[in-house]
């Protein structure tokens, strides 16, 4: 079989082997309805064709965003505001914007400003612990098993009995 592009509506990379898809569409279901080379988003259905909810609200016919309604029926999470008078900020902890002492301060005693980074505000942010070195977890399994082996293996002038050996 000649190599072809992917039978994925929009996808240009050709195919693997013996297969109509390419190497990344491999794994994915094409649309259930005939002649349509979409991609599948839920029950065996592309989006056009019936794979996500529509909104709830009469004669909507957009997809839904949050819960049953599209963002023009008010689908998004609207965040609370601020609960000051006349103050119409968005809400980050106790009800109040951080203008008006919402949010977290920082970790460092006798400082009033808000928290950004790991609990520390912009002035203390170098105080942030750095994050732990990654070791490769090979390295550290290698370096057991040396460690093991050491204590294991005996000295050439001692010699261990059958009864001795933890291999037996």
């Not at 990654?134 to 050491?150: G, N």
Request: charged share 20%; glycine share 8%; proline share 5%.
């Amino acid at each position: 079989m000649a190599q072809c592009t992917c039978l994925f509506n929009g996808c240009e990379t050709l195919t693997t082997h013996e297969s109509k898809k390419c190497n990344f569409h491999r794994n994915r279901a094409k649309c259930s309805v005939p002649d349509c080379t979409n991609q599948v988003y839920a029950r065996h259905l592309c989006i056009r064709h019936g794979g996500k909810r529509l909104c709830r609200y009469p004669n909507c016919y957009t997809n839904a965003r949050a819960g049953d309604l599209c963002a023009k029926h008010g689908g998004a999470k609207i965040k609370p505001l601020c609960f000051v008078a006349g103050c119409d900020k968005k809400v980050y902890g106790n009800n109040k914007c951080i203008a008006h002492g919402g949010g977290k301060s920082c970790c460092v005693s006798q400082c009033s400003t808000r928290a950004r980074t790991g609990g520390y505000c912009w002035r203390h942010r170098n105080l942030v612990p750095n994050s732990p070195i990654q070791q490769d977890p090979q390295e550290s399994l290698i370096s057991i098993i040396d460690e093991l082996m050491a204590q294991e293996i005996p000295d050439q002038g001692q010699r261990i009995t059958p009864e001795e050996s933890i291999w037996v």
